[in-house]
């Protein structure tokens, strides 16, 4: 007796679907290297963030940079900064499905030119506003070199150039998917 042709299609729709279950679970590489802003309450010395490497292998971070956006044609100032995180001499490579916090100190002062050139009034009343943002470069499992950029936070310069206040970018914006906004 010969099985109806509908039995042979829905049996064949089942084994694509566990297939595609399998390779999607197993096999499929997922790609995915967040950068999570982080605050900190008290003095500001710079940004600190966390990088979370959502994949199953391993990456190695080959630069880290931080920038004021200048507000001139995507053109940017990168100060001196000197950036701590990891474990001792592990700071440049994240495992597979763990996280790094880094935190970024500026080495020298800004200057009253630098903080006037920001936005005054806002948010601040008195202060002058700059973006700053982070610049990660990374090999990704493939040996493709990759780079993004996103900002970090607001910070409000006094017009001598001390920092005196910090604000996130969005409350609703808790992670950056650094894949999406890779060049």
């Not at 190695?60 to 995507?74: I, N």
């Not at 996280?99 to 200057?111: D, K």
């Not at 780079?147 to 950056?176: E, N, T």
Request: hydrophobic share 45%; net charge neutral.
């Amino acid at each position: 007796m010969e099985a109806p042709w509908w039995s042979l299609a829905v049996s064949l729709t089942a084994l694509g679907v566990s297939i595609f279950t399998f390779w999607w679970t197993n096999v499929r590489e997922a790609l995915a290297l967040h950068l999570v802003p982080l605050a900190r309450i008290g003095n500001f010395d710079g940004p600190v963030f966390a990088l979370c490497n959502g994949g199953k292998r391993d990456l190695l971070v080959t630069q880290l940079l931080v920038y004021f956006e200048t507000g001139s044609r995507g053109s940017r100032y990168y100060p001196a900064v000197s950036i701590q995180g990891g474990a001792e001499g592990q700071a440049d490579f994240i495992a597979g499905g763990k996280t790094v916090e880094f935190r970024a100190s500026f080495l020298e002062p800004f200057g009253a030119n630098f903080a006037q050139g920001g936005v005054k009034g806002d948010p601040w009343p008195e202060l002058y506003s700059h973006y700053i943002g982070i610049e990660v470069e990374w090999v990704s499992p493939g040996g493709q070199v990759r780079m993004a950029r996103v900002l970090h936070s607001r910070l409000g310069f006094a017009a001598d150039g001390k920092i005196r206040g910090k604000a996130p970018l969005s409350k609703d914006q808790v992670a950056y998917n650094l894949y999406e906004a890779a060049t």
